[in-house]
């Protein structure tokens, strides 16, 4: 059984999280699977809900190769009063004076590296580290995947003579891609993400009961367009549910409180997203900036009607479905004429959209479909690494 390394900037909770762990549960059935954050994690992360996965974390590693740091990291942990594991303050002002990190940081992931077959890097472009992993990736003739995270907009300077050395760079859509295309076209690879809450997703029924509900679920933070959401349908005079947290919350309670159309659910955990979605029958995703986003899977699933902005993998999620409701955050007139023409249809037009998003879902991004695209990329990665050695 090959083993491979999935590395990059893991914590306990968020998006990448959640792809991780799709992404460890696809391959642990053929490969041995092992986790390696660049990042302070514990094992209560998301990650490891229902997964067994060997996980370990740069700063553990470091905490644990001298007893000067770990001492230090201790006593960092009494002096700020932290419950934090003393490992996740190993990084501080005087180990910085007294150890070369970026030294040490890097000779234990290159002892990581050594002990796998492959390695999937999940992370943004600025991620650090990854200049430096698929360099020694390719030296060692180990194929080197790399699974984007966030919206791709400018390529680092430092990067653009290495991303054409990556066995795969893993994006979620084309529209995600385009910036890449003059520096790494032949292997870039389209998987785009599914939902850990499928089943509870797919038992909602299709039909709706009263009035057409809209709703928002994510992060509350400027990119997000809450506010602006928010103040649209203050003015429209029409309710939305909305669930989730984030640096805005203060200012999103306040606009509920001003307002008895806007009904804020509270931050939403993962196994209460289905009862969210059965309170809604359509999401409303405003953002001015996405790569994907995962709630726009996880509606899908559900069947809800989508009013989105242009980002992310929107479009080509909702192609080949009436499921066509675009609008432009800046522009209130424009979701008011979205929301009136949903509005306008009737109950078997809504069944009739609501079901062919559904059925999307389930052609193209269920956990099954992501599962075995995942699986058939390193099937491929490793057999190019077999040709290349002949």
């Known amino acids: 059984m090959k083993n491979v390394l999935i590395i990059g900037s893991i914590g306990d909770f968020g998006g990448r999280e959640v792809e991780v762990k799709n992404i460890i549960k696809a391959l642990s059935p053929i490969y041995s699977v092992k986790l390696f954050s660049t990042f302070p994690m514990t094992e209560k992360s998301i990650v490891f809900n229902d997964v067994n996965c060997q996980w370990t974390t740069l700063h553990k590693k470091l905490n644990n190769s001298n007893i000067i740091l770990k001492g230090l990291s201790h006593l960092s942990k009494i002096i700020n009063k932290s419950n934090l594991p003393s490992y ?8 910085r004076l007294l150890f070369d990190f970026d030294n040490k940081n890097l000779k234990i992931i290159q002892k990581e590296l050594n002990n796998v077959d492959a390695v999937l890097f999940c ?52 529209f995600n891609s385009l910036n890449l295309l003059n520096f790494a076209a032949g292997n870039i690879k389209i ?57 805005l919350l203060k200012e999103v309670k306040q606009k509920c409180i001003e307002s008895p159309f806007l009904q804020y659910e509270g931050e939403i955990a993962a196994n209460q997203i289905s009862e969210f979605f059965n ?26 009607i989508i ?41 078997d037009q809504i069944l009739n959209i609501r079901k062919q998003v559904r059925d999307r879902y389930i052609k193209q991004y269920s956990e099954k479909k992501i599962a075995a695209s995942y699986l058939n990329l390193f099937e491929e990665a490793f057999q190019n690494i077999k040709t290349s050695q002949l």
């Open 88 to 95: 996740f303050l190993v990084d501080n002002k005087i180990s």
């Open 123 to 174: 992370g943004t472009l600025t991620s650090g580290f990854l200049k430096e992993i698929t360099q020694y990736c390719v030296n060692s003739n180990k194929p080197i995947l790399f699974r984007t995270t966030g919206n791709i907009i400018v390529i680092p300077e430092h990067l653009k003579k290495t991303l054409s050395k990556i066995t795969s760079i893993i994006v979620h859509s084309k």
């Open 191 to 247: 998987i785009d993400q599914t939902t850990l809450q499928e089943n509870d997703l797919l038992k909602l029924p299709l039909e709706s009961n009263g009035d057409f509900k809209f709703g928002y679920l994510g992060r509350f933070s400027p990119e997000k367009g809450i506010m602006e959401l928010l103040d649209s349908f203050q003015q429209f005079n029409k309710k939305l549910v909305i669930g989730g947290s984030g640096p």
């Open 279 to 304: 309170k809604i029958d359509g999401l409303i995703i405003p953002s001015f900036e996405e790569a994907g986003p995962l709630v726009g899977i996880e509606a899908m699933a559900a069947g809800k």
């Open 307 to 347: 009013l989105s902005t242009k980002v992310g993998a929107m479009m080509e999620r909702l192609e080949q479905t009436p499921n066509q409701f675009w609008f432009d955050i800046n522009d209130q007139d424009s979701l008011l004429n979205e929301v009136s023409t949903i509005e306008h249809k009737n109950q």
